[in-house]
């Protein structure tokens, strides 16, 4: 029994401390700065090197990079949020790594890329509460209301930004509790053909970015770059 | 404008969007920025009078422009005052909305971070075995340092041209921005050119062992990103990246189980 309670202690802590970091680099998209940490071609390495999982954050970074760089944030609307896919991504994987026993690299690796596809749709509703919600702290003050409480007010704002992120990331978290005991019932996936998915959308994105009026005016451009495309993989195949 | 006060309007600056709300936008944040900045921050003695910034912002409620064009527009409050009460100046933020979102959201992001990927992929294709710490891993980095370097520096450059020199700042900055966009975009289309081609081509090269097997794992994979491309275009929403994603999955999924 104590064995038991120490093993969900722990688990407890490490979804805490996952969920935190989550919650951390996501106040990038929203609320600090905006460096691009969130991105998840950045992120899923970062969190991936803080938790002993470098190499396979950087695969789940740049194949969900891929998946979503059709999609831009333009003209104020809420985009899709990739940033939040990646670190749910990694993170998923990270859990699932610490408490899934009998479970291949592969059958985890396809729950991650699942949990990423929802975390980006969740995530992006989350975004639109969350600007809901700091309507309120635009009603509070007013022309009226003194500096420092504008100040503070506009500071408030962290908070509403880091439950979102931290929302979202112990939200999948405890989805993977909930169904890792039926991780071992899932097929076994060839690690490649896992990979055509994604690469499949993200040549659909690269399309779909490059039919925008900016890029189809740039064909000459594009044509250069699968000629040096092919130049290259030849070379290197040589 | 001292180096205290640069980093500390950029410190500042940092929280723009901190607050961001479908009512307010970003005027909590741009408020905010102005008012810890103008505590000490006068230009010939002139105090700022921060209960009529106030009035002003509030009268042009909904504030919003790209978030790292601001610097500029919050330094020319500084150096005059008086520049509120002139409309071409909340004109401002629509025009670096626009050239932002291009400059930034459209041209250098996008860029860098398929730059950062091709990267990745090239390392890939000269050694597939990831856990060799190659050059290659640093591939985030390219992303991660040139747009630090442009985005938080004309964040900070707009601060402080803004606030030495007014109003002629901003159009100079907004020359600026215009001038790199052609060629960002014929880089990306560059690089679009190249990821179109070597993602089909790693993904052949990884699932045809044998050459027997070569022309079945081409048909098969144009046909895959025949029916995904198709399916994209088809569903103009924005979310169809996330549902072709997450419907392909589970229909891989279906097709293994049985």
Not at chain 1, 202 to 208: E, F, M, N, S, V
Request: glycine content about 8%.
């Amino acid at each position: 029994m104590r064995g038991a309670s120490a093993v969900n202690l722990s688990m407890v802590g490490i979804i805490v401390i996952l969920s935190l970091t989550g919650a951390i680099i996501l106040w990038d998209k929203l609320a600090i700065g905006e460096f691009g940490i969130s991105q998840p071609i950045v992120c899923c390495p970062l969190i991936g090197l803080l938790f002993g999982e470098f190499y396979i954050g950087l695969l789940l970074g740049g194949v969900l990079q891929l998946v979503w760089v059709g999609s831009l944030p333009l003209g104020g609307k809420e985009p899709l949020d990739n940033q939040g896919a990646g670190v749910v991504a990694i993170t998923t994987y990270i859990l699932a790594k610490k408490i899934v026993v009998d479970v291949h690299q592969e059958q985890l690796i396809f729950i991650t890329l699942l949990f990423a596809g929802l975390a980006s749709i969740i995530g992006q509703i989350f975004s639109q509460i969350m600007k809901k919600a700091n309507n309120q702290l635009y009603i509070r003050i007013n022309q009226k209301s003194s500096s420092s409480s504008i100040v503070a007010t506009n500071f408030a704002g962290l908070l509403s930004s880091f439950l979102r992120g931290f929302t979202l990331t112990i939200l999948f978290q405890v989805l993977l509790i909930i169904i890792s005991p039926f991780l071992k019932l899932l097929p076994q996936f060839n690690f490649t053909e896992l990979l055509i998915l994604p690469l499949a959308i993200g040549i659909a994105g690269i399309a779909h970015l490059v039919r925008q009026r900016q890029i189809k005016r740039r064909i000459l451009f594009s044509v250069l770059g699968i000629l040096t495309g092919i130049v290259l993989w030849v070379i290197v195949k040589l | 404008m001292g180096y205290s006060e640069i980093i500390k309007g950029f410190i500042a600056l940092l929280f723009l969007s901190s607050s961001w709300s479908y009512l307010g936008r970003q005027t909590i944040g741009i408020l905010s920025t102005i008012l810890i900045l103008a505590k000490k921050d006068t230009k010939n003695d002139v105090k700022v009078d921060k209960n009529l910034i106030k009035e002003r912002f509030w009268q042009k409620n909904a504030f919003n422009t790209n978030p790292y064009c601001t610097g500029v527009m919050v330094g020319i409050v500084l150096n005059k005052q008086n520049e509120i009460f002139n409309e071409s100046f909340f004109a401002l933020q629509h025009i670096f909305g626009a050239i932002g979102d291009d400059f930034f959201w459209r041209a250098l992001r996008p860029t860098l971070l398929s730059l950062a990927v091709l990267i990745l992929l090239i390392g890939y294709l000269v050694s597939p075995n990831f856990h060799l710490l190659n050059i290659f891993t640093l591939a985030p980095l390219l992303f991660l340092i040139p747009y630090n370097i442009i985005a938080q520096g004309i964040r900070v450059r707009g601060l402080y041209e803004g606030r030495k020199y007014g109003r002629s700042a901003a159009v100079r900055l907004i020359q600026d921005l215009r001038k790199p966009i052609t060629k960002l975009y014929n880089i990306l289309a560059f690089i679009m050119g190249m990821l179109i081609v070597l993602l089909p081509l790693i993904v052949i090269h990884h699932t045809s062992g044998h050459s027997e097997n070569l022309w079945k794992s081409i048909i098969f994979l144009l046909l895959i990103i025949l029916l995904v491309v198709l399916s994209y275009l088809a569903m103009r929403t924005e979310r169809a990246n996330s549902y072709l994603l997450i419907s392909g999955l589970l229909i891989f999924l279906i097709i293994k189980v049985l």
